[in-house]
């Protein structure tokens, strides 16, 4: 059966011929399912591995002295040193042995990122030791510069 109906939507009218498919005229709209939840599946815990019983005590080595770090190798810790605040490429190294310097004057510039950032003395004093060069690579909390 066809039926010819007009509409008006926002204004402009619309012909428009509607088919009915059914014979008795009702619209029956197809069932659709629920989802389904499907709850993880734990994987299987392993057997526990046995445990070998505590070797014996043995006496404990002879204290070995401490071997100097190597330059620039790891966080020093030191309150005179300068740390990298992040992974980057020296830049710059922007002062010398024996410069002094006030809080904030730049030490280093530093690339990480394609983005330069610079290094500022974090207290006043004079630069006793330089721990990088141009284009070294440092990690976070590395010794850059130290000053007394």
Known sequence: MMRHLRITV??????????????????????????????PVAAPRPAPAPVAPPPAAAPAPAAAPAAPAAKGAGPSGGADDRLAPLAGVVLEVSVKVGDKVDVDDQVVVLEAMKMKTVIGAHKAGTITGIHVKDGDAVDA????????
């Open 10 to 39: 926002d204004g402009r009218v619309f012909d428009v011929v509607v088919e009915d498919v059914t014979e008795s005229g009702a619209y029956t709209p197809a069932p659709i399912p629920a989802p389904v939840a499907h709850a």
């Open 141 to 148: 909390d590395q010794p850059l510069v130290t000053i007394s």
